[in-house]
């Protein structure tokens, strides 16, 4: 690794890999799909709709028009930030000694940016406020999915299956199912009506199986971050959603001044490490999604 200064400069290249590996691992969205690089001016996916049915040509026959749409999607990274201070004695460290700090602080951004993802796409709102974003506008799953179905705590497993009738009406497929840990809870909570034993009982205990019925399955606090009424999500996310991320991924160090609000460095001997990223996601067809909503309580 270069030497590091006070300077913006970039992550080396190999620990900005890392940390969208570790992405992948920790965002639900990220893990249910496919990732793509995103160049930093954005993208265009094109979506092809094809209606109809491939036919048959006789000899000499002529061959008939084939039915289809095609639809743009833009891909717009958008930026994430995260700093975090410490003591200004990394300044005088060796090279040896900032690896361990650097290291850290990676692993909380992978975690921060994995969130951000999660709760960007899902709910359309900045993490750190919770408010609505315009520059999200209505690329995110609460705006742009109005396929839902009522939460019943009581049957979760048949608020999926209401979920995914629409979804395969339209002749689309269902690749996973992002619950919210309530939703999870509630399944392993079910017993069977005979015998009393638990109908999911790898859902107990607040555990995290990834799979459910042979449909990857992930749950996450993020699914139902802030006072969304969000209890599941189900649909085609490995074909019908797409991420990715511009690779450079900045790294600053900030000796002077309140960069985060927390009071001068210079007066509390402190540095603050700074780092951003440009994430962007897509969905591709809303209709390859149903949400599983609950009621105002």
């Not at 094809?50 to 028009?65: Q, R």
């Not at 179905?149 to 299956?161: E, G, L, R």
């Not at 790294?251 to 440009?278: H, T, W, Y």
């Amino acid at each position: 690794m270069g030497t590091i200064t006070n300077a913006s400069t970039l992550f080396p290249h190999e620990l900005s890999l890392e940390m969208f590996n570790k992405v992948k691992g920790h965002s639900s969205l990220a893990k249910l799909s496919q990732s793509e690089g995103v160049p930093f001016s954005g993208t265009d996916m094109f979506v092809f709709s094809m209606d109809g049915e491939a036919g048959i040509v006789g000899e000499g026959e002529d061959k008939p028009a084939g039915e289809a749409a095609i639809t743009p999607v833009s891909i717009v990274p958008i930026k994430v930030v995260y700093q975090h201070r410490v003591t200004n004695e990394f300044m005088k460290m060796s090279q040896e000694k900032r690896l361990p700090y650097l290291n850290a602080f990676s692993e909380g951004f992978s975690k921060k940016i994995a969130r951000a993802i999660d709760i960007c796409a899902i709910h359309g709102v900045n993490p750190k406020t919770n408010e609505e974003s315009t520059k999200i506008g209505n690329n995110c799953f609460d705006k742009a999915v109005t396929t839902t179905v009522t939460y019943n705590a009581s049957t979760p497993d048949d608020n999926i299956d209401s979920a995914v009738s629409p979804i395969q009406a339209a002749e689309n497929d269902v690749t996973g199912i992002l619950m919210a840990p309530s939703f999870g809870s509630a399944l392993g909570q079910m017993k069977m009506a005979d015998s009393h034993a638990p109908m999911y009982p790898e859902f107990r205990y607040g555990a995290n199986p990834g799979n459910f019925g042979g449909i990857k399955a992930d749950i996450n606090g993020t699914v139902s971050f802030g006072s969304s009424l969000d209890r599941a999500i189900v649909g085609d996310f490995a074909n019908a959603f797409r991420w990715g991320f511009a690779e450079d991924v900045t790294f600053e160090i900030i000796e002077f001044g309140d960069p985060d609000g927390q009071g001068d460095l210079k007066r509390k001997n402190q540095v603050c490490f700074r780092s951003e990223a440009f994430i962007g996601w897509a969905i591709l067809d809303a209709t390859s999604f149903s949400r599983i909503v609950a009621t105002n309580p």
